[in-house]
């Protein structure tokens, strides 16, 4: 399974980013896809998943500010990220192959490749 994060750039504090994981395949829609993210230093960490549309779990740290969805005409994951903050520096990931409310990285099997989103302060 070969997953395609895209989206991250540049952004003020308080601004917002959109990221998208393109899929493969309409089996995509039922599968369970996470989005981690990982700051230099640090562990990777969980920051979202999803199922279905209506099956959907965060961290807390990102509860309120962050929203994953899905559209299963584009095969495609998204993490629209608002209010964001400068801690929210990081590369972030999408993966697949977990169960629903997986939240370790060990237990997601297909990684992306990430992109970099940078809040400045």
């Known amino acids: 399974v070969q997953l395609q994060a895209s989206g991250g750039g540049l952004v003020e504090a308080g601004g917002s980013l959109r990221l998208s994981c393109a899929g493969p395949g309409r089996t995509f829609s039922a599968t369970v896809v996470g989005w981690f993210r990982q700051a230099p230093g640090k562990e990777r960490e969980f920051v979202g998943g999803?199922?279905?549309?209506?099956?959907?779990w965060y961290d807390a740290s990102v509860k309120g500010r962050f929203t994953i969805s899905r559209d299963n005409a584009k095969n495609t994951v998204d993490l629209q990220m608002n209010s964001l903050k400068p801690e929210d520096t990081a590369v972030y990931y999408c993966?697949?192959?977990?169960?629903?409310?997986?939240?370790?990285?060990?237990?997601?099997?297909?990684w992306g490749q990430g992109t970099q989103v940078t809040v400045s302060s």
């Open positions: 993966a697949a192959g977990a169960l629903i409310n997986d939240r370790s990285p060990q237990r997601y099997v297909y």
């Open positions: 999803i199922w279905t549309g209506d099956t959907v």
